[in-house]
């Protein structure tokens, strides 16, 4: 079959060329804020009408794997996350940015952003059907479960201060029952307002959040209208040596298994992969203290997480049929578009295509891999760029975006709402990704609580004696209880 896969590109050779334009104008759409990998696709899925079933497949194929990697240059450069799913990479690539080693953070991103895409296609071509027939298992009650110890996680994990991370966690959760009720069709919370039916976009809350935010606090700072001092970029290979980089293994290994496990389940994606990869790796560490001060283990497991996370998704897509994210979602339209359907059978009926896809996304990776790391000097002189000039840039590529998503005025208004919100929370001490994943989450937690609630004539205690439901809500309720215990004994001390 593989054999097979390698027929069908070799058959069509002009597929590579739209691969490499897949990928160059999918890491240009996950750099700029606002827009991301689903916009891209979004956008080049009517040019894939008039193509071969092959090319369409290759330039979709070119503008996930580079729009989810080209994410993490303008976390790392602006502290802006191009997508959601580069919201952890901002907490320690920008610090390492403001040390003067932009070029190692760039490097060292877009290595394990390759290693992660690879991981995860590996997964995808060998263990597909072993994880297709666990994902399938999972009920309402399991993504209930599966979504509330992702919410715990990074409540207690993301700031020193249990309570104020759930506090900015139960706001992500309150603004995500803005709009219409996913359960019975019922507007909530809309004041009213046509606009607010569909509730807050997450691009928008993520512009807002980080890139407004970052330009309210930057104006607001007299001294950093200059630019930063960049020495001259002298980096060999791609900024970390070879015991370094295998001192990484075990994070490497964990952050991809997060990736790859959280990508197989639907409806979830790398906006929490990599923000769940992080605060594990901070809670692995033996010095959890470094983390935002520019840690490259915390670096790392946000790159890994994140690309993992596209070989997970496709798996249960071609699968089952069913997209694992917003992104996969496009991916599968293209898909019908030229005539296959996704599915158990699909190996059979599409076995030489399913493999030429497989290539495609190793091509991809490597296209992805070169592509930056020749970008990187380029990539470096934004930061040289004076900030006085560079924000009202930014502001305009928000607006863009954030216009662009649904093509609503609101949703500018939006942005400058979730800036002021995100630069007083900072101000505060307050930390950001607890909202930004019970905002990601909570339409998740809500309908499969009510769903499972509603099998089980509203009685969690079943939830409890599902063996998967079951075991997430206990690691979580013991999880929380030691975290309260902890931040008690230091209350005690202080």
Known sequence: MFFSGLSVIFNDPISLIWIFIGVV?????????????????????????????????????????????????????????????????????????????????????????????????????????????????????????????????????????????????????ILSTIGMDPVVGMPRFTLETTTLKSGFNILTVLVGLYAVSEVLTTCADINQTQPIDIPAVKMKGFGITLPDFFKQTGNIL????????????????????????????????????????????????????????????????????IPGDTTTAMVLGGLMIHGIIPGPLIFETHGDLMYAIFIFMLIASF?????????????????????????????????????????????????????????????????LPPIVLGFILGGTLETNLRRGLSMTNDLFIPFLLRPISGTFIIVTFLFLCFSIYKQIKRFNKC
């Open 25 to 173: 104008v999918g890491i240009i759409f996950g750099a700029i804020p606002g827009l991301s990998a689903t916009m891209a696709i979004a956008i080049f899925l009517p040019i894939t009408y008039s193509l071969t079933a092959v090319k369409g497949m290759a330039t979709m194929i070119g503008l996930y794997i580079g729009g989810i990697s080209g994410g993490l240059i303008s976390a790392i450069l602006l502290n802006i996350p191009g997508t959601p799913s580069s919201v952890a990479t901002c907490f320690d690539g920008r610090p390492l940015a403001l040390q003067g080693k932009a070029d190692k953070a760039l490097g060292v991103g877009i290595l394990f952003s390759f290693i992660g895409t690879l991981l995860g296609i590996v997964a995808l071509i060998y263990i597909s059907p072993i994880l297709a027939s666990l994902a399938i298992k999972f009920g309402p009650q399991e993504y209930f479960a599966v979504a509330l110890f992702s919410v715990v996680l990074i409540i207690v994990l993301s700031s020193e201060n249990m309570i104020k991370g759930l506090i900015t966690g139960v706001l992500g959760l």
């Open 254 to 321: 964990r952050s991809a298994a997060i990736g790859l496990g959280i990508g197989i389940l639907p409806g979830i994606g790398g906006g929490t992969s990599n923000l769940i990869a992080y605060t594990v790796a901070k809670s692995q560490s033996k010095n959890p203290e470094r983390f935002g001060k520019g840690e490259i283990t915390g670096l790392i497991a946000s790159e890994t997480a994140n690309n993992a996370t596209i070989g997970g998704a496709m798996i249960p897509l071609l699968t089952l049929g």
């Open 367 to 431: 296209l992805m891999l070169i592509v930056e790391t020749l970008g990187i000097r380029a990539f470096i002189k934004v930061l040289k760029i004076p900030k006085n000039i560079l924000m009202p840039l930014i502001v305009v590529l928000c607006v863009i975006g954030a216009f662009g998503t649904n093509n609503r005025v609101f949703d500018i208004g939006a942005i400058i709402f979730f800036g002021i919100l995100g630069n007083f929370l900072s101000k505060l001490n307050f930390p």
